[in-house]
């Protein structure tokens, strides 16, 4: 049974836009503090990597939030629905910015258990933001604009990273993490100022409510989902043991810490940039699908270009430079790919929960591999470790290109 929602304050797309990439900056924000700028001074002081794999554990709200999606999917959708998502993301922030605090005022960073409980804490609080954003930008923007949705979600996640990552790793080997901390907790009330324009929104652009109850079952159910889960986990694999390990890989390389966040903030926002415009332009210009196909290939050969250095038949400290700013672009344009698959796939009466169940495999499968390529560096050395990645993507591509996936 529908009935239909008063038109009222419809929210415009340039104002939903800003909305979008102030939050997912937030995101990555929090995500790179936890899995690029710590692992980086951690492996500068000599921290093994399998310790360092074992961190990011601490991400396991990101892995597991499909199970309070259901519950922040129906909050999201309760009276004036616009300006309840605006509750839900701000209360988020407003907890990120505590904990944050708590940790420039106390000494957690130096106490591995208690950095890591805050670090779930932040998390947990992010991915509540992230499960009401991405409901909001699937019902909000219509199917020929969702590529700009998604190069807002990946763009976000590159200037986080900067600030997350880079930032926070130039600042750390300047001054002191205390001041490092505050100036992210800054950034973080910086960019949730365009979150209180949902509180001024009364409700959705002429769209219909229904009785519908979302639920892990329907996802579940769906044979489009299920596809999905499929689709994100065999496309993720080289990438999500490669990503984690390329911070300690350019220390192992006898890269200082000062020159690495130099590269993290300046090389990553440019490669981010234009990663995230090809990525753009190929789904528009082709579809998502084919455009992901087309990064899996190019990311075999950057991988190969990884292994080369593993095995130290290359040492030239520009060409891998080079290296890491071309595979920054080719990741952001392959997840500007992936996540429109994943918001077309998701796109129905519940899309909060089912494009949460793709974002959680998408971490399962980083969280595994980060402490899979943790072991497997300490025990077997990078070339093992390049080698899986490249064989792995290889697979997906075979897979994917013979049509075993029908989407």
């Known amino acids: 049974m529908k009935k239909k929602l008063l038109t009222s304050q419809p929210l415009e797309g340039t104002s939903l836009l800003a909305i979008l990439a102030s939050v997912y900056t937030i995101q990555s924000l929090i995500g790179m503090f936890?899995?690029?700028?710590?692992?980086?001074?951690?492996?500068?002081?000599?921290?093994?990597?399998?310790?360092?794999?074992?961190?990011?554990?601490?991400?396991?709200?990101?892995?597991?939030?499909f199970l309070w999606a259901p519950m922040i999917d129906r909050q999201r959708k309760r009276g004036d629905?616009?300006?309840?998502?605006?509750?839900?993301?701000?209360?988020?922030?407003?907890?990120m910015v505590f904990i944050l605090i708590m940790f420039a005022l106390s000494s957690a960073i130096d106490h591995f258990y208690l950095l890591f409980i805050g670090l779930i804490i932040l998390a947990f609080a992010s991915t509540c933001a992230d499960i009401a954003t991405d409901g909001l930008a699937v019902d909000e923007l219509p199917a020929n604009k969702r590529h700009l949705g998604n190069m807002m979600q990946v763009g976000g996640s590159y200037i986080g990273a900067l600030f997350g990552g880079g930032l926070f790793i130039y600042l750390s080997s300047k001054i002191s993490w205390q001041y490092s901390i505050f100036t992210l907790t800054l950034i973080v009330i910086?960019?949730?100022?365009?979150?209180?324009?949902?509180?001024s929104k009364k409700t959705q652009k002429n769209k219909t409510t229904s009785t519908h109850i979302p639920s892990l079952k329907n996802s579940l159910m769906n044979p489009k989902v299920r596809i999905g889960l499929i689709l994100v986990t065999l496309s993720q694999l080289g990438t999500r043991s490669v990503l984690p390990m390329i911070q300690p890989f350019l220390i192992d390389q006898k890269m200082s810490l000062e020159s690495l966040g130099v590269l993290a903030a300046g090389g990553g926002l440019i490669g981010g940039i234009i990663g995230v415009s090809l990525?753009?332009?190929?789904?528009?210009?082709?579809?998502?699908?084919?455009?992901?196909?087309?990064?899996?290939?190019?990311?075999?050969?950057?991988?190969?270009?990884?292994?080369?250095y593993?095995?130290?038949?290359?040492?030239?400290?520009w060409g891998l430079q080079t290296l890491?700013?071309?595979n920054g672009i080719i990741t952001a344009a392959k997840f500007v790919s992936l996540y429109s698959v994943m918001m077309g796939l998701a796109h129905g009466e519940q899309s909060a929960v089912d494009f949460t169940l793709f974002q959680s495999m998408d971490m399962i499968v980083a969280i595994v591999m980060a402490i899979i390529s943790g072991f497997i560096i300490d025990q077997l050395g990078y070339s093992f470790h390049y080698s899986l990645a490249i064989f792995s993507t290889i697979t997906a591509i075979f897979i994917l290109r013979t049509g075993k996936l029908k989407i």
């Open 81 to 95: 629905t616009v300006s309840q998502h605006g509750v839900l993301i701000l209360s988020a922030q407003l907890a």
């Open 310 to 317: 593993g095995a130290e038949l290359i040492t030239a400290n």
């Open 190 to 199: 910086l960019m949730s100022i365009p979150s209180l324009l949902l509180l």
């Open 324 to 326: 890491v700013v071309f």
């Open 34 to 65: 936890a899995v690029q700028g710590l692992p980086a001074v951690m492996r500068s002081e000599g921290i093994s990597t399998i310790y360092i794999g074992l961190f990011y554990a601490a991400m396991l709200p990101w892995a597991i939030k």
């Open 279 to 308: 990525g753009g332009l190929l789904v528009k210009k082709f579809d998502a699908f084919k455009s992901l196909l087309t990064c899996l290939i190019i990311e075999v050969v950057l991988f190969i270009g990884f292994l080369l």
